[in-house]
């Protein structure tokens, strides 16, 4: 019977049905803000989703995340509001030039190994929110874009309602899920895994690294942008501030202690640490300290994150059957 | 002409600023190989040490410097044993995400402790010399001197001392200086203690003539990695090298062309060093 419990599948199945009827069971006086705080995970996943994609997947700690996402998010904003485009045209576009920017990123930095990627991916995100900030009327400057329309409406169906949107979101989430899990499970994703391990060894199997992560990266890329640019019109607002790199690094804590390079940390880690922020939001300061503090404690005590708990306790678990 | 020279003592200046939190970054990358992304807030907490020091005991200034250095070579002392240590022998991206962990743990302890508002640190001497059409404040000619005086006890200190021999040789190759009998945990917390001891004297030089707030070590950050790209990783030289070209390079396009293109002419030479030369001006073999 433990195994049945344990099993991978039974738990898979309980958390997306948990995601897809729970709003149907909240009280009403605190639904609206739970169903805003839910979507606001999702966003937050599909960050992590993209980041673990790049550094749980293939080893590449790339802190342009957050750039990458704000790109998405400036350009669906700035098509929606200043040229009256369809959202989800600007959405597709978002996503496209969160693409490009990541192969222009990409193509220097990823020769690079290491701390030199981390840096320059960091130093390029650095760059494009001073390039956000001087770009004056088009993007707002540092006071930022206002006004910006929530998504419209998909043949007669409208995404007003909090709940509606909280389904959209979930869908768009479903499938960035669908991808990356394709991409882990195809052939791919056995030359990423194996570039994680020994970038050297795997060149000389006759796998082009470079293109590899290259192909990565850009993948990533586009699935930061798209969900850069539901971000901004779930918000209706952005700033410099929703493309700087402190962006990518909070993905990065959600993502250690939901744990790094599984699916089910990319959504457990936003869960935990926005519900933790959202309780303690009256001491809003210690905010960084926070997160700064777990990040140091989880990399020494617990490198694998809750879903690495979960493995410890079902390894315990089936030693406990055993006996 | 007068325009020029004002430019570049001002590179001058920010030269040495960045000198001083660059050798931390090449001394610790040397030694263990991990960016230590914490070196800008270190510099950070170095001038809001000054703050509090300053309004704690009406000492002076030279006495806030040393007190400042005191504490900080310790504090790098403890960041590495529980945070670094640990994760020694874990894969390395562990370590460069612990260093982001301790940069952001520094920063909200100081936003706590001292709130996210600007503070202003007197310094000794308030004066402006002039001369020629060009001024300076005396604090500035300040920073330059320290600076000087404290490079050249760094250089003295690789070079002529056993401790700072066996930490260049370290850098060089850690598993030959282990089989030389050179205590290689001892040497990694002098590297930290040294690290955290100059970005701390970099941050009471600047404090009184820069805005200190949380998040003030950031930019510099960013352009002591670039020098330290430039020069090499791991060697100091380059680094000084590197500081000096990077506060020009920000200064002069500033000036003369606009303030965006100065963030864009540091990552720029970063990148054209990395792509055709990514061991650095002064850097051996890869």
């Known amino acids: 019977m433990t195994g049945f419990f344990l099993s991978r599948k039974l738990w898979m199945v309980c958390g997306i049905a948990f995601l897809l009827v729970f709003p149907l069971f909240l009280p009403t006086d605190i639904k609206p803000f739970l169903l805003y705080l839910a979507s606001l995970i999702f966003l937050w996943t599909m960050l992590c989703v993209s980041l673990n994609l790049i550094f749980g997947y293939a080893g590449q700690l790339s802190l342009a995340q957050g750039g990458l996402f704000g790109t998405g998010a400036y350009v669906a904003a700035i098509l929606t509001v200043h040229y009256g485009v369809n959202f989800w045209l600007a959405f597709l576009v978002g996503g496209f030039a969160a693409g490009m920017l990541g192969l222009i990123i990409g193509i220097p930095s990823l020769r690079l190994r290491g701390p030199y990627f981390v840096i320059v991916t960091m130093g390029f995100n650095i760059i494009l929110v001073s390039i956000i900030e001087n770009l004056g009327e088009l993007t707002g400057g540092v006071t930022g874009l206002l006004g910006i329309p929530p998504v419209s409406e998909?043949?007669?169906?409208?995404?007003?309602?909090?709940?509606?949107?909280?389904?959209l979101i979930l869908?768009?989430?479903?499938?960035?899920?669908?991808?990356?899990?394709?991409?882990?499970?195809?052939?791919?994703?056995?030359?990423?895994?194996?570039?994680?391990?020994?970038?050297?060894?795997?060149q000389s199997v006759g796998i082009n690294t470079m293109f590899m992560k290259l192909q990565t990266f850009i993948i990533s890329s586009v699935l930061?942008?798209?969900?850069?640019?539901?971000?901004?019109?779930?918000?209706?607002?952005l700033t410099p501030r929703d493309a700087s790199w402190h962006l990518g690094f909070d993905a990065l804590v959600f993502l250690i202690v939901g744990g790094i390079g599984t699916i089910p940390g990319t959504i457990i880690g936003p869960a935990i640490m926005l519900l933790i922020s959202e309780l303690a939001q009256s001491v809003v300061q210690i905010g960084m300290l926070m997160n700064g503090l777990i990040l140091i404690l989880l990399l020494i005590f617990l490198p694998k994150g809750v879903v690495g708990l979960f493995g410890y306790i079902k390894d315990f678990l089936y030693r406990y059957n055993e006996k | 002409m007068a325009e020029f020279l004002q430019q570049l003592l001002n590179a001058t200046v920010l030269g040495c600023v960045y000198c001083l939190i660059a050798s931390g970054l090449t001394i610790v990358y040397g030694i263990m190989k991990v960016p230590n992304f914490a070196q800008g807030n270190l510099y950070m907490s170095g001038a809001y040490l000054a703050f509090f020091l300053a309004s704690l005991f009406n000492c002076n200034y030279w006495g806030i410097m040393v007190l400042v250095a005191l504490i900080m070579a310790p504090l790098g002392i403890i960041i590495e044993h529980l945070c670094?240590?640990?994760?020694?022998?874990?894969?390395?991206?562990?370590?460069?995400?612990?260093?982001?962990?301790?940069?952001?743990?520094?920063?909200?302890?100081?936003?706590?402790?001292?709130?996210?508002?600007?503070?202003?640190?007197?310094?000794?001497?308030?004066?402006?010399?002039?001369?020629?059409?060009?001024?300076?404040?005396f604090q500035?000619?300040?920073v330059v001197v320290g600076t000087v005086l404290v490079l050249c006890g760094l250089y003295y200190f690789l070079r002529n001392t056993k401790k700072g021999m066996s930490l260049e040789a370290m850098s060089q190759n850690k598993e030959l200086a282990l089989t030389l009998g050179i205590n290689v945990d001892r040497m990694t917390m002098l590297a930290f203690a040294i690290s955290t001891g100059l970005a701390g004297i970099g941050g009471v030089l600047m404090a009184p003539v820069s805005a200190v707030y949380p998040e003030m070590g950031m930019p510099p950050l960013l352009v002591a990695f670039a020098a330290v790209i430039f020069g090499g990783m791991g060697s100091v030289a380059g680094?000084?090298?590197?500081?000096?070209?990077?506060?020009?390079?920000?200064?002069?396009?500033?000036?003369?062309?606009?303030?965006?293109?100065?963030?864009?002419?540091?990552?720029?030479?970063m990148i054209i060093t990395l792509l055709f030369r990514p061991q650095g001006i002064m850097g051996g073999k890869k």
Not at chain 1, 171 to 192: K, P
Not at chain 2, 241 to 258: E, H, K, P, R
């Open chain 1, 224 to 237: 930061a942008g798209l969900g850069g640019a539901l971000y901004g019109s779930f918000l209706g607002i």
């Open chain 2, 239 to 269: 680094a000084v090298i590197g500081s000096f070209l990077m506060a020009g390079a920000q200064v002069f396009s500033t000036q003369y062309i606009s303030s965006v293109a100065s963030d864009m002419a540091v990552f720029g030479l």
């Open chain 1, 171 to 202: 869908i768009i989430l479903f499938i960035f899920w669908f991808v990356v899990y394709r991409i882990r499970n195809s052939r791919m994703g056995l030359c990423l895994n194996a570039l994680k391990n020994d970038e050297d060894l795997c």
């Open chain 2, 140 to 142: 500035r000619v300040l």
């Open chain 2, 84 to 137: 670094f240590r640990p994760l020694r022998d874990k894969p390395h991206e562990n370590s460069f995400v612990m260093a982001l962990g301790v940069l952001m743990a520094i920063e909200g302890l100081i936003v706590l402790a001292f709130g996210g508002e600007y503070v202003e640190v007197k310094g000794p001497w308030t004066g402006i010399l002039s001369f020629g059409g060009i001024s300076i404040a």
């Open chain 1, 154 to 167: 998909i043949g007669n169906i409208t995404f007003e309602s909090k709940i509606k949107s909280y389904y």
